[in-house]
């Protein structure tokens, strides 16, 4: 259906492995996937092993009102990889990837990106807008599209 991010969504799991994660309700204070997303919405999520090094940070599918279907990893303590869950607690909470957010050096301000000096860091893209005046003195990759203005 959508992609949809929310602030304060929030649950807990015990789920093991790296299959679906089955999400045990809202942590308190938060609310559930199911409120906050939607059932059969795309979101991004982040997953917290309690009392380990663990974390996933990926896209995934709430498939059921309890399910997060775990469908692209994006960064994570296993090369960036799904990550093999053991047992014991673990939070799951909608986030929104470094890798998906604009530059640290530019200013989002009315649906355009908008920059008044250089940007100087490589970086990825997905896709974007800019409106200069503009100077790139690194290495800009665009995965998606780029409008220039």
Same mark, same amino acid.
């Given at each position: 259906?959508a ?6 969504v929030?649950e807990?799991s015990t789920?093991?492995g ?5 999400l045990?309700g809202?942590s308190?204070?938060f609310e559930?996937?199911?409120?906050g997303v939607?059932?059969?919405n795309t979101t991004?999520?982040t997953?917290?092993?309690s009392?380990?090094n663990?974390?996933?940070v990926g896209?995934g ?5 309890s399910?997060l279907?775990?469908?692209?990893p ?6 960036d990889?799904?990550v093999?869950f053991?047992?014991?607690d673990?939070d799951v909470?909608?986030?929104? #990837?470094a890798?998906? $957010?604009?530059s640290?050096?530019?200013?989002? &301000?009315?649906?355009v !990106? ?10 990825t893209?997905d896709s974007?807008?800019?409106?200069? #005046?503009?100077?790139? $003195?690194?290495t800009?990759t665009i995965?998606? &599209?780029?409008?220039? !203005?």
């Open positions: 259906m992609l949809v991010i929310n602030d304060r929030k807990t789920t093991q790296t299959g679906d994660f089955t045990a809202a308190q204070g559930s996937f199911a409120s939607g059932v059969g991004y999520y997953i917290v092993q009392g380990s663990n974390f996933e896209e599918t709430l498939s059921a009102s399910t279907q775990r469908t692209t994006i960064s994570s303590s296993n090369s990889s799904l093999n053991t047992s014991g673990k909470f909608c986030t929104i #990837p890798k998906k $957010t604009i640290p050096v530019m200013e989002a &301000t009315k649906y !990106v908008t920059h008044a000096s250089t940007i100087s860091e490589d970086q893209l974007g807008v800019l409106a200069g #005046p503009v100077s790139i $003195t690194a800009q995965t998606g &599209t780029l409008v220039i !203005v």
